[in-house]
């Protein structure tokens, strides 16, 4: 098999930057071992929340230079201020054209509500979570948090504490009954958010939930919810908000994470739709070296066959998502052997400090100026590295996960379309 471009992963920056590559016309294929950190996810993309010296961030391009000072190996400050600001707004733009409606304003930072009912500063929102701008609160005086009897990802008593606390605003706590949802309630392990929401999505579930809602709600000018309804589209949800007659916003639960889900099946379809070539349950195992080149990959399934690409993106994640492995003395990447960023005493991996940032978090894949990953201090000449892979920063701490991966991505499709123009 032969295309121009082979990606390792799909997750966002897998998909994101072949989706860019596929625009552009190019054959592109996308290899995807498992779920990528979207199915677990909040739906909410992070571009820089906070400095690694805790200072919070507002205005993330205006960070950008401090950023360089105290995190120099940080992918941002090697790509450099204004390749983020343009990259930071052409990922917008894909997003938008994967048709995935986000709430956020240019590159200024808003607050969302968290699960708990805490806020945290990000930058694009599903538009469907309650969201504030910065210093300000919610717009409601009254809220109704509702439950589902049974569900145990989601408290609703907690998320109200929270609101009234810290938004200052009346939220009262209540759980739905729905008899349909009984026979997922029977086996705790699938009483999960995306198997309620395919029973919530039937429009006579629907229907029952908003009666459910409607006697529940009293005088409640906003209904929260776990986000359990609106699995494949917005329908279901249009459908509940017109019955109950006020806003109904969704918070994100605990994984598998319906707005994450959403995101992931919008980039796949978008990259499927430009004939691009998904290949799921697969795993690439190694690579055939030509020199400093990469001529191509064998996988799990093509182990005698190999998948021949002029250009190879690495995008497999982090340890999460085994892009990145650890034995007991050594991090290393498994497919290339690429050079890691990381620490050789194992006892500097890890803080004991739950909340203290974790070094290991820093560790990952070393790349030239242009991203190209690093193989015994040289660029291998057409091998790409891509989001929570790379090295060099704190996607928790520094609250920069899925700007990172955007970023990267755009900016090695960028790259990469400029040098397969070159060898045409
Ligand atoms: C649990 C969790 C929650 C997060 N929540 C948020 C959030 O709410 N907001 C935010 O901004 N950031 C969040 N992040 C940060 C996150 O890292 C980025 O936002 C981003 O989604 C990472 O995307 P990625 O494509 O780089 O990696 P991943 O999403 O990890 O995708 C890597 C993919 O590569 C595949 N893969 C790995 N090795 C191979 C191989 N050899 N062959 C084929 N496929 C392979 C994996 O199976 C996976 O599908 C979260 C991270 C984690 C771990």
Not at 130 to 155: H, R, S
Not at 277 to 290: C, H, I, N, S, T
Not at 399 to 415: F, N, P, W
Request: hydrophobic residues 45%; charged residues 20%.
């Amino acid at each position: 098999m032969e295309f121009d471009v082979v990606v390792i992963g799909g997750g966002l920056a897998g998909l994101s930057c072949a989706i860019r590559l596929a625009e552009q016309g190019k054959r592109c294929g996308v290899v995807s071992a498992g779920q990528g950190a979207l199915f677990f996810s909040s739906g909410s993309l992070d571009l820089l929340s906070r400095l690694p010296d805790g200072t919070p961030v507002t205005a993330p391009l205006e960070a950008l230079g401090e950023l360089a000072r105290q995190a120099p190996h940080h992918p941002y400050s090697i790509l450099g201020a204004d390749t983020v600001a343009a990259l930071a707004r052409e990922s917008q733009a894909l997003l938008a054209r994967c048709g995935i409606p986000l709430f956020g304003r240019g590159a200024q930072n808003h607050y969302r509500i968290t699960p708990l009912g805490t806020r945290r500063a990000t930058w694009l929102s599903p538009e469907d979570i309650p969201v504030t701008e910065l210093g300000q609160t919610l717009p409601w005086e009254k809220v109704l948090v509702a439950g589902i009897e049974g569900f145990l990802d989601f408290e609703p008593h907690l998320v109200a504490g929270s609101l009234a606390t810290e938004q200052g605003i009346e939220a009262d706590a209540a759980y739905v009954h729905l008899p349909a949802l009984d026979p997922l309630r029977n086996n705790p392990s699938e009483f999960r958010a995306v198997n309620i929401a395919r029973v919530l999505d039937i429009a006579k579930n629907t229907q029952a939930l908003a009666e459910e809602l409607n006697r529940l709600a009293g005088d409640a000018q906003c209904i929260i919810l776990p986000a359990c309804i609106g699995l494949d589209g917005p329908g279901p949800l249009e459908q509940l908000r017109a019955a109950v007659g006020r806003p109904v916003r969704l918070l994100p639960t605990l994984p598998p994470s319906l707005l994450g889900l959403r995101i992931f099946q919008a980039l796949r379809q978008r990259f499927c739709r430009l004939g691009g070539v998904f290949m799921p349950g697969d795993r690439v195992l190694k690579a055939e070296f030509d020199g400093r080149r990469i001529a191509g990959v064998y996988t799990r399934s093509h182990t005698d066959i190999m998948l021949r690409a002029q250009q190879v993106v690495l995008a497999g994640g982090s340890f999460f998502s085994n892009g990145l492995m650890a034995d007991r003395d050594r991090i290393y990447e498994p497919v290339f052997g690429a050079d890691v960023w990381g620490h050789a005493d194992r006892g500097e991996w890890g803080r004991a400090g739950f909340f203290e940032p974790q070094p290991y978090l820093q560790f990952g894949v070393k790349t030239d100026h242009r991203l190209r990953a690093l193989l015994n201090n040289e660029p291998v000449e057409n091998l790409y590295a891509v989001g929570a892979v790379l090295g060099g920063y704190d996607p928790l701490q520094q609250g920069c996960g899925a700007g990172v991966s955007l970023i990267s991505a755009l900016h090695a499709a960028q790259r990469i379309a400029l040098s397969l123009k070159e060898t045409a």
